[in-house]
């Protein structure tokens, strides 16, 4: 079945330091690929996304690009701020199912 | 446009009762998807409704069930609670089943 594997955690960077969390995918089909951030004690926001092979999906500073032939979709951030500390979660939806496929999360926590 | 609300916030229930929790999609949204969020299982489909009706459905036991509303508003019921269900229950909306915008969830403890 589909999946999502990401970089297991915890990352700790300093302030204004470059950003990558890897993120690979197995699908059947063409999913689409997602972003979200989950920061402590709230739901999933939605970051970004990309529909379909080398879209790049981009907001608040973070990129990333939809790679078919690597399956990949990693997300980077040229200078994280404090305020960037949280857990990021890749996902995957396919077709209509409904049923977003999560990574296991990754926290991020950034130091002044 | 409001975004996806959740109640209650917080629940405490015992082992053996049920709950229900509710979920109010945005405005237009007429798909619900739920998502259970455990530390050991991470985040995990748990089931989709549009238009009223049940599209998808993840491996959960029967306890869990949910419905959905003329409105788009939905609930999802567990009944006779074990304490592995205590988790952070989400609920997300679409507009057809594609980007799915969460709510804050629910945090369930069974005691």
């Known amino acids: 079945g589909d999946s999502v594997t990401q970089m297991e955690g915890p990352v700790t960077l300093s302030e204004e330091a470059f950003l990558t969390i890897n993120c690979t995918y197995t699908a059947t089909g063409y999913p689409s690929l997602f972003w979200y951030v989950q920061y402590p004690g709230e739901g999933l926001q939605l970051l970004l996304k990309a529909t379909k092979a080398d879209d790049k999906g981009s907001n608040k500073g973070f990129e990333a690009t939809y790679r078919k032939e690597t399956t990949s979709f990693h997300l980077e951030k040229g200078s994280v701020q404090v305020s960037d500390s949280a857990v990021y979660f890749c996902?995957?939806?396919?077709?209509?199912?409904?049923?977003?496929?999560f990574g296991k999360g990754t926290k991020l926590s950034v130091k002044p | 446009k409001a975004g996806v609300t959740q109640t209650p916030r917080y629940l405490i229930k015992t082992r053996g009762q049920q709950v229900t929790l509710s979920c109010s999609p945005i405005?237009?949204?007429?798909?619900v998807s739920w998502y259970q969020q455990t530390p050991g299982q991470g985040l995990q489909f748990l089931f989709e409704?549009?238009?009223?009706?049940?599209?998808n459905k993840g491996n959960f036991p029967g306890r869990f069930s949910g419905r959905q509303f003329s409105n788009s508003r939905s609930e999802m019921n567990v009944s006779t609670l074990e304490l592995g269900d205590s988790a952070l229950y989400l609920c997300?909306?679409?507009?057809?089943?594609?980007?799915?915008?969460f709510g804050p969830g629910t945090r369930l403890t069974v005691l």
């Open positions: 997300a909306s679409s507009l057809n089943s594609d980007t799915q915008y």
């Open positions: 996902a995957l939806i396919e077709g209509s199912q409904g049923n977003l496929i």
């Open positions: 409704y549009f238009s009223e009706t049940q599209r």
């Open positions: 405005s237009g949204h007429r798909s």
